[in-house]
Protein backbone atom coordinates (compact mmCIF):
# COMPACT_ATOMS: atom_id res chain seq x y z
CA UNK A 1 0.00 0.00 0.00
CA UNK A 2 1.57 3.78 -0.67
CA UNK A 3 0.56 6.73 1.18
CA UNK A 4 1.25 9.78 -0.65
CA UNK A 5 4.11 7.71 -2.83
CA UNK A 6 5.40 6.38 0.57
CA UNK A 7 5.16 2.50 0.52
CA UNK A 8 3.92 1.19 3.87
CA UNK A 9 4.18 -2.56 4.77
CA UNK A 10 1.97 -5.03 6.22
CA UNK A 11 3.27 -6.86 9.18
CA UNK A 12 4.16 -10.27 6.85
CA UNK A 13 5.88 -8.02 4.52
CA UNK A 14 8.36 -6.66 6.85
CA UNK A 15 9.01 -10.58 7.84
CA UNK A 16 10.34 -11.19 4.26
CA UNK A 17 12.36 -8.27 4.73
CA UNK A 18 13.68 -9.62 7.87
CA UNK A 19 14.61 -12.47 5.50
CA UNK A 20 16.07 -10.71 3.19
CA UNK A 21 18.04 -8.62 5.40
CA UNK A 22 19.36 -11.38 7.61
CA UNK A 23 20.87 -12.91 4.03
CA UNK A 24 22.46 -9.46 3.27
CA UNK A 25 23.49 -9.13 7.07
CA UNK A 26 25.19 -13.30 6.86
CA UNK A 27 26.62 -12.45 3.66
CA UNK A 28 28.27 -9.38 4.70
CA UNK A 29 29.61 -11.25 7.78
CA UNK A 30 31.17 -13.77 5.83
CA UNK A 31 32.76 -11.04 3.79
CA UNK A 32 34.36 -9.57 7.07
CA UNK A 33 35.79 -12.39 7.55
CA UNK A 34 37.05 -13.45 4.26
CA UNK A 35 39.10 -10.31 3.61
CA UNK A 36 42.58 -10.40 3.56
CA UNK A 37 45.36 -9.28 1.45
CA UNK A 38 46.30 -10.77 -1.60
CA UNK A 39 42.67 -11.07 -2.63
CA UNK A 40 40.63 -9.35 -5.43
CA UNK A 41 37.47 -7.71 -5.25
CA UNK A 42 35.70 -10.18 -7.70
CA UNK A 43 36.34 -12.52 -5.30
CA UNK A 44 34.83 -11.21 -2.88
CA UNK A 45 31.87 -11.01 -5.49
CA UNK A 46 31.85 -14.50 -5.76
CA UNK A 47 31.48 -15.32 -1.93
CA UNK A 48 28.55 -12.98 -1.79
CA UNK A 49 26.85 -14.12 -4.90
CA UNK A 50 27.12 -18.39 -3.65
CA UNK A 51 25.80 -17.57 -0.39
CA UNK A 52 22.74 -15.29 -1.36
CA UNK A 53 21.85 -18.13 -3.91
CA UNK A 54 22.46 -20.67 -1.16
CA UNK A 55 20.08 -18.95 0.96
CA UNK A 56 17.33 -18.48 -1.03
CA UNK A 57 17.70 -15.40 -1.96
CA UNK A 58 18.42 -13.12 -5.33
CA UNK A 59 20.74 -10.01 -5.92
CA UNK A 60 19.37 -6.77 -6.43
CA UNK A 61 22.62 -5.24 -7.34
CA UNK A 62 23.30 -7.22 -10.40
CA UNK A 63 21.85 -5.48 -13.50
CA UNK A 64 20.48 -2.61 -11.12
CA UNK A 65 20.20 0.10 -13.71
CA UNK A 66 20.09 -1.61 -16.60
CA UNK A 67 17.75 -0.06 -20.03
CA UNK A 68 16.21 -1.85 -22.36
CA UNK A 69 15.58 -5.17 -23.41
CA UNK A 70 19.08 -5.77 -23.82
CA UNK A 71 19.84 -4.96 -20.39
CA UNK A 72 22.91 -2.77 -21.04
CA UNK A 73 24.42 -0.59 -18.45
CA UNK A 74 23.46 -2.37 -15.74
CA UNK A 75 25.15 -3.04 -12.35
CA UNK A 76 27.89 -5.94 -13.17
CA UNK A 77 28.04 -7.26 -9.43
CA UNK A 78 26.17 -8.96 -6.22
CA UNK A 79 28.31 -6.11 -4.09
CA UNK A 80 29.82 -3.12 -4.76
CA UNK A 81 33.61 -3.15 -3.54
CA UNK A 82 34.53 0.65 -2.60
CA UNK A 83 38.61 1.13 -1.87
CA UNK A 84 39.79 3.79 -0.04
CA UNK A 85 39.24 6.86 -1.53
CA UNK A 86 36.63 4.85 -3.91
CA UNK A 87 32.96 6.34 -1.21
CA UNK A 88 30.21 4.24 -3.17
CA UNK A 89 29.66 1.44 -5.89
CA UNK A 90 32.77 0.46 -6.65
CA UNK A 91 33.02 -2.87 -9.49
CA UNK A 92 34.36 -5.65 -8.25
CA UNK A 93 37.02 -6.99 -10.35
CA UNK A 94 40.83 -7.51 -10.67
CA UNK A 95 41.95 -4.89 -8.30
CA UNK A 96 44.05 -6.75 -5.62
CA UNK A 97 43.53 -5.88 -1.81
CA UNK A 98 46.77 -4.60 -0.33
CA UNK A 99 47.58 -4.31 3.59
CA UNK A 100 46.38 -1.30 5.23
CA UNK A 101 43.97 -0.66 1.95
CA UNK A 102 39.70 -0.42 3.62
CA UNK A 103 37.13 -1.86 1.74
CA UNK A 104 33.51 -0.67 1.63
CA UNK A 105 31.19 -3.63 0.87
CA UNK A 106 27.56 -2.40 0.12
CA UNK A 107 25.15 -5.62 -0.35
CA UNK A 108 21.68 -6.43 -1.19
CA UNK A 109 19.37 -9.25 -1.22
CA UNK A 110 15.68 -10.03 -2.36
CA UNK A 111 13.32 -12.37 -0.86
CA UNK A 112 9.50 -12.94 -1.70
CA UNK A 113 10.25 -9.79 -3.96
CA UNK A 114 11.59 -7.71 -0.43
CA UNK A 115 14.37 -5.95 -0.63
CA UNK A 116 17.12 -5.54 2.15
CA UNK A 117 20.61 -3.43 1.35
CA UNK A 118 23.33 -3.19 3.90
CA UNK A 119 27.17 -1.79 3.46
CA UNK A 120 30.07 -2.19 5.90
CA UNK A 121 33.50 -0.71 6.13
CA UNK A 122 36.57 -3.69 6.50
CA UNK A 123 40.15 -3.17 7.22
CA UNK A 124 42.69 -4.83 5.42
CA UNK A 125 45.63 -6.65 8.00
CA UNK A 126 47.04 -3.23 9.14
CA UNK A 127 44.83 -0.21 9.01
CA UNK A 128 46.39 3.09 9.75
CA UNK A 129 44.99 4.87 13.52
CA UNK A 130 43.42 7.84 11.64
CA UNK A 131 41.13 5.45 8.78
CA UNK A 132 40.21 3.12 11.42
CA UNK A 133 39.03 6.25 13.61
CA UNK A 134 36.97 7.17 10.43
CA UNK A 135 35.28 3.87 10.10
CA UNK A 136 34.15 3.78 13.51
CA UNK A 137 32.71 7.70 13.30
CA UNK A 138 30.93 6.65 10.29
CA UNK A 139 29.53 3.05 11.98
CA UNK A 140 28.70 5.23 14.79
CA UNK A 141 26.52 7.70 13.01
CA UNK A 142 24.43 5.31 11.38
CA UNK A 143 23.57 3.95 14.75
CA UNK A 144 22.43 7.45 16.17
CA UNK A 145 20.87 8.06 13.01
CA UNK A 146 18.61 4.80 13.53
CA UNK A 147 18.55 5.86 17.41
CA UNK A 148 16.85 8.93 16.61
CA UNK A 149 14.45 7.40 14.57
CA UNK A 150 10.63 7.09 16.71
CA UNK A 151 7.17 7.21 15.85
CA UNK A 152 5.79 10.83 15.35
CA UNK A 153 8.85 11.74 14.34
CA UNK A 154 10.05 12.64 10.73
CA UNK A 155 12.81 11.47 8.57
CA UNK A 156 15.26 14.12 8.97
CA UNK A 157 15.45 13.51 12.95
CA UNK A 158 17.93 11.25 11.22
CA UNK A 159 19.70 13.45 8.90
CA UNK A 160 19.98 15.75 11.83
CA UNK A 161 21.71 12.97 14.27
CA UNK A 162 23.98 11.45 11.20
CA UNK A 163 24.89 15.17 10.79
CA UNK A 164 25.69 15.59 14.25
CA UNK A 165 26.82 13.15 15.44
CA UNK A 166 29.89 12.84 12.92
CA UNK A 167 30.31 16.64 13.62
CA UNK A 168 30.92 15.92 17.01
CA UNK A 169 33.57 13.49 16.22
CA UNK A 170 36.00 15.48 14.25
CA UNK A 171 36.71 17.40 11.07
CA UNK A 172 34.78 15.16 8.58
CA UNK A 173 33.62 15.45 5.06
CA UNK A 174 30.31 14.21 4.84
CA UNK A 175 28.62 13.09 1.70
CA UNK A 176 25.74 14.82 0.52
CA UNK A 177 25.37 13.83 -2.95
CA UNK A 178 23.84 10.37 -2.20
CA UNK A 179 21.66 9.74 0.56
CA UNK A 180 20.00 6.68 2.74
CA UNK A 181 16.65 5.87 0.70
CA UNK A 182 13.11 3.86 1.24
CA UNK A 183 13.01 0.77 0.66
CA UNK A 184 9.98 -2.40 0.54
CA UNK A 185 9.32 -4.22 -2.85
CA UNK A 186 11.80 -1.62 -4.51
CA UNK A 187 15.35 -1.31 -3.51
CA UNK A 188 15.41 2.33 -3.73
CA UNK A 189 11.83 4.18 -3.03
CA UNK A 190 11.26 7.23 -1.63
CA UNK A 191 11.83 8.94 0.59
CA UNK A 192 15.54 10.17 1.12
CA UNK A 193 17.32 10.13 3.58
CA UNK A 194 19.81 12.68 3.68
CA UNK A 195 23.03 12.89 5.67
CA UNK A 196 22.39 16.21 6.62
CA UNK A 197 19.67 18.52 7.80
CA UNK A 198 17.20 19.75 10.22
CA UNK A 199 15.07 18.06 12.54
CA UNK A 200 11.84 17.91 12.36
CA UNK A 201 11.42 18.00 8.58
CA UNK A 202 10.56 15.63 5.94
CA UNK A 203 8.16 12.95 5.88
CA UNK A 204 6.61 11.54 9.52
CA UNK A 205 8.29 8.41 10.91
CA UNK A 206 4.87 5.50 11.20
CA UNK A 207 4.29 2.20 11.42
CA UNK A 208 5.34 -0.03 8.30
CA UNK A 209 8.23 2.62 6.88
CA UNK A 210 11.12 1.44 6.08
CA UNK A 211 14.26 2.74 5.42
CA UNK A 212 18.32 2.29 4.50
CA UNK A 213 20.49 4.57 6.45
CA UNK A 214 23.89 5.17 4.82
CA UNK A 215 26.43 7.42 6.20
CA UNK A 216 29.41 8.11 3.34
CA UNK A 217 32.27 9.83 5.41
CA UNK A 218 35.69 11.36 4.18
CA UNK A 219 38.95 12.11 5.73
CA UNK A 220 39.06 15.20 3.90
CA UNK A 221 36.28 17.23 1.72
CA UNK A 222 33.09 15.42 1.09
CA UNK A 223 33.22 16.67 -2.41
CA UNK A 224 33.22 13.71 -5.11
CA UNK A 225 33.52 12.54 -8.69
CA UNK A 226 32.06 9.30 -10.79
CA UNK A 227 35.26 7.53 -12.99
CA UNK A 228 34.95 6.51 -16.70
CA UNK A 229 33.03 3.29 -15.61
CA UNK A 230 29.87 5.10 -15.06
CA UNK A 231 29.29 3.58 -11.42
CA UNK A 232 32.46 4.17 -9.05
CA UNK A 233 32.04 7.52 -6.83
CA UNK A 234 35.52 8.56 -5.23
CA UNK A 235 36.63 11.56 -3.71
CA UNK A 236 38.06 14.96 -5.45
CA UNK A 237 40.36 15.26 -3.12
CA UNK A 238 42.11 11.37 -2.95
CA UNK A 239 40.96 11.06 0.67
CA UNK A 240 39.93 8.01 1.94
CA UNK A 241 36.04 7.70 2.56
CA UNK A 242 34.14 4.79 5.00
CA UNK A 243 30.48 4.10 4.09
CA UNK A 244 28.29 1.83 6.70
CA UNK A 245 24.22 1.24 5.89
CA UNK A 246 21.80 -0.60 7.38
CA UNK A 247 17.94 -1.14 6.59
CA UNK A 248 15.15 -0.57 9.68
CA UNK A 249 11.54 -0.25 10.71
CA UNK A 250 9.99 1.30 13.73
CA UNK A 251 7.73 -0.95 15.69
CA UNK A 252 5.40 0.55 18.88
CA UNK A 253 8.31 -0.97 20.80
CA UNK A 254 10.96 0.88 19.14
CA UNK A 255 13.82 0.30 15.90
CA UNK A 256 14.18 -3.07 14.19
CA UNK A 257 17.03 -3.55 12.39
CA UNK A 258 16.31 -5.89 9.36
CA UNK A 259 19.64 -6.50 8.68
CA UNK A 260 21.32 -6.68 11.80
CA UNK A 261 21.69 -10.63 13.06
CA UNK A 262 20.51 -9.59 16.37
CA UNK A 263 17.63 -7.03 15.10
CA UNK A 264 20.40 -4.14 16.51
CA UNK A 265 18.97 -4.76 20.20
CA UNK A 266 23.21 -5.07 21.40
CA UNK A 267 23.56 -1.72 19.60
CA UNK A 268 20.70 0.35 20.59
CA UNK A 269 20.34 -0.88 23.78
CA UNK A 270 23.84 0.63 24.87
CA UNK A 271 22.66 4.07 23.24
CA UNK A 272 19.72 4.01 25.62
CA UNK A 273 17.12 3.43 22.91
CA UNK A 274 14.59 0.63 23.17
CA UNK A 275 14.58 -1.98 21.04
CA UNK A 276 11.38 -2.64 18.96
CA UNK A 277 12.35 -5.98 17.65
CA UNK A 278 11.09 -9.20 18.55
MG1 LIG B 1 23.48 -0.28 -0.05
MG1 LIG C 1 21.15 1.84 0.10
Known amino acids: MFDRGIEIKTPAQIESMRQAGLIVGTTLEMLRHSVHAGMTTAELDVIAHDHIRSQGGTSNFLGYGAHGSSGAGGFPGVICTSVNDEIVHGIPGTRTLVDGDIVSIDCGAIVDGWHGDAAITVAVGNVAAEVRELMRVTEEALW ?6 GLKG ?3 DISHA ?6 EAGDY ?3 EGYTGHGIGSAMHQPPNVPNVGRAGRGPKLIKGLV ?10 APENRTL ?19 TFTITDGGAWVLTALDGGRERLVSLGVPYGGP
Do not use: F, K
Not at 144 to 149: P, S, V
Open 162 to 167: VETSID
Open 228 to 246: DDGWTAVTADGSWAAHYEH
Open 211 to 220: LAVEPMVTLG
Open 144 to 149: QGIAAA
Open 154 to 156: HVS
Open 173 to 175: GIV
